[in-house]
């Protein structure tokens, strides 16, 4: 692959959001808070209904740096969530490379990413590192 700085990064678009992922999700994180699968759950915490795991949003933007790096590019990704994740929510993908830059003879892009919402909110955010060799 071959970024310069200032290139977007092709956009990552999730299915929607559903229960059935979330269950799927709990059992291979072992994030079993109800407020996750659970509606009656959710809303005794406060909330409208079900939420995606904040970890879930952070999986999508470590597939989306993949897909746009290749398999086993990124070196580094750091996030911090900011929003809500509901059922059938489309989450986009999306980025930008901020530089190019070497390390130990090895080129790789950083990168700002976010994870929006279908209402354009941004639900998680953050910086990524991919090698570009």
Same mark, same amino acid.
């Given at each position: 692959?071959?970024? *310069?700085?200032?290139? $977007?990064? /092709?956009?990552?678009?999730?299915? /929607? %959001?559903?229960?059935? *992922?979330?269950?799927?999700?709990? +059992?291979?994180?072992?994030?079993?808070? /109800?407020?996750?699968?659970?509606?009656?759950? $959710?809303? $005794?915490?406060?909330?409208?209904?079900?939420? $995606?795991?904040?970890?879930?949003?952070?999986?999508?933007?470590? *597939?989306? %740096? !993949?897909?746009?790096? +290749?398999?086993?590019?990124?070196? =580094?990704? !750091? %996030?911090?969530?900011?929003?809500?994740?509901?059922?059938? !929510? @489309?989450?986009? #993908? =999306?980025?930008? %490379?901020?530089?190019?830059? *070497?390390?130990?003879? =090895?080129?790789?892009?950083? #990168?700002?990413? !976010?994870?929006?919402?279908?209402?354009? =909110?941004? @639900?998680?955010?953050?910086?990524?590192?991919?090698?570009?060799?």
């Amino acid at each position: 692959m071959s970024y *310069q700085k200032g290139d $977007a990064l /092709p956009e990552l678009v999730k299915a /929607p %959001v559903s229960r059935m *992922q979330l269950v799927k999700y709990a +059992g291979s994180s072992g994030d079993f808070n /109800p407020i996750h699968y659970d509606d009656d759950a $959710a809303r $005794a915490g406060g909330l409208e209904g079900v939420i $995606a795991h904040g970890m879930l949003s952070m999986g999508f933007l470590g *597939q989306f %740096v !993949e897909t746009a790096f +290749g398999a086993g590019s990124y070196k =580094r990704l !750091e %996030v911090r969530f900011q929003g809500m994740v509901k059922l059938g !929510e @489309v989450i986009t #993908c =999306r980025g930008v %490379v901020t530089e190019v830059a *070497q390390e130990r003879g =090895r080129e790789y892009a950083a #990168c700002e990413i !976010e994870a929006v919402d279908s209402g354009g =909110r941004v @639900v998680t955010a953050g910086r990524a590192q991919a090698w570009l060799d």
